[in-house]
């Protein structure tokens, strides 16, 4: 069965410094992986996702992530963090290959400190 | 293009009432998914419908019934709502590809609902 894991449930950053959010997955085939943001009272909003092309992930707004087959890992990263970054963000993986059903993760709460 | 829209985005009910939540996805996508959030479990998939069937589904009591209309809109019932029922209610919507596989779920902002 597809399940992720999010290592940490609260990261805190200064603004300006870099972000890492982590991920880990465990998956029976090649799995989509996606990260999503909540913004306080908002839906969610797609930062980005991997579908077995590159394994070095671009998104919106700065952030990446590098899928690591060998150490099951999809790690969100940002260069440099802002204070609009602060937000609930998940580690998402599809829970089969028709992708209609995702599987998240706990949810790691970003902070950001002026 | 318009997003997914939920109505209504606020609801309170009381214990043993039921209610319709809907979902409108954004045009041309007919893949819907229910999904609730809850402070204690998170995120959970509630159920997956595409051309009017159910084609997944979380592991949620028979109190929680969904259906997609014709024109890809989807509702979401609750029977006999309980306190632990309150939660905010997500719905995604899909492109589906010829094979059925799906590619990227959007989502609506929620309906919020609390049962007293």
């Known amino acids: 069965a597809q399940s992720v894991t999010q290592l940490d449930s609260h990261v805190s950053v200064s603004e300006g410094t870099p972000v890492l959010l982590r991920c880990n997955y465990s998956?029976?085939?090649?799995?989509?992986l996606f990260w999503y943001v909540q913004h306080p009272n908002k839906g969610l909003q797609l930062l980005l996702k991997?579908?077995?092309?590159?394994?070095l992930v671009k998104g919106i707004n700065g952030f990446e992530a590098e899928f690591k087959k060998s150490e099951t890992s999809f790690h969100l990263t940002k260069p440099s963090a802002h204070m609009s970054d602060a937000a609930e963000y998940f580690c998402?993986?599809?829970?089969?290959?028709?992708?209609?059903?995702?599987?998240f993760g706990q949810g790691t709460e970003l902070s950001v400190k002026p | 293009k318009a997003g997914v829209t939920q109505t209504p985005r606020y609801l309170i009910k009381t214990r043993g009432q039921q209610v319709t939540l809907s979902c409108s996805p954004i045009?041309?996508?007919?893949?819907v998914s229910w999904y609730q959030q809850t402070p204690g479990q998170g995120l959970q998939f509630l159920f997956e419908?595409?051309?009017?069937?159910?084609?997944n589904k979380g592991n949620f009591p028979g109190r929680f019934s969904g259906r997609q209309f014709s024109n890809s809109r989807s509702e979401m019932n609750v029977s006999t709502l309980e306190l632990g029922d309150s939660a905010l209610y997500l719905c995604?919507?899909?492109?589906?590809?010829?094979?059925?596989?799906?590619?990227?779920?959007?989502f609506g902002p929620g309906t919020r609902l609390t049962v007293l």
């Open positions: 998956s029976s085939y090649s799995p989509s």
């Open positions: 998402v993986v599809s829970a089969n290959n028709q992708g209609g059903k995702l599987i």
């Open positions: 419908y595409f051309s009017e069937t159910q084609r």
């Open positions: 045009s041309g996508h007919r893949s």
């Open positions: 995604a919507s899909s492109l589906v590809a010829s094979g059925g596989a799906i590619d990227t779920q959007y």
């Open positions: 991997y579908t077995s092309a590159a394994t």
